[in-house]
Nanobody, 127 residues
Framework: QVQLVESGGGLVQAGGSLRLSCAAS????????MGWFRQAPGKEREFVAA????????YYADSVKGRFTISRDNAKNTVYLQTNSLKPEDTAVYYC????????????????????WGQGTQVTVSS
């Protein structure tokens, strides 16, 4: 399995921004889809964003579309989540996720569960 380490969470006022990073171990990062999920207190973990290995295809939950941007740097084995215009309802623990190499081309039509998870990073948005 891939080892994932998130960073970049914190406390921010509504309307602010944070950039989350996820550093991945292993030699297959460049051909592995990556993504971000989040879990708020008392709620189930939910999908936030995903990106194919080439970076050319990205997918977002409707709740974050237009505010969050997922990207990746295959040379650094790192995936990012730029979060802008944050709202109190974005408060959650954000988890980085990895899928097996070449496991899907389209997140929705080819969906399979991620196989690796990071430990999570807390994002708290105050009103």
């Amino acid at each position: 399995q891939v080892q994932l380490v998130e960073s970049g969470g914190g406390l921010v006022q509504a309307g602010g921004s944070l950039r989350l990073s996820c550093a991945a171990s292993g030699r297959t990062f460049s051909i592995s889809p990556m993504g971000w999920f989040r879990q708020a207190p008392g709620k189930e973990r939910e999908f936030v964003a995903a990106i194919r290995w080439s970076g050319g295809n990205t997918y977002y939950a409707d709740s974050v579309k237009g505010r969050f941007t997922i990207s990746r740097d295959n040379a650094k084995n790192t995936v990012y989540l730029q979060t802008n215009s944050l709202k109190p309802e974005d408060t959650a623990v954000y988890y980085c996720a990895a899928w097996p190499p070449l496991s899907w081309r389209n997140y929705y039509s080819d969906y399979v569960p991620p196989t690796s998870w990071g430990q999570g990073t807390q994002v708290t948005v105050s009103s």
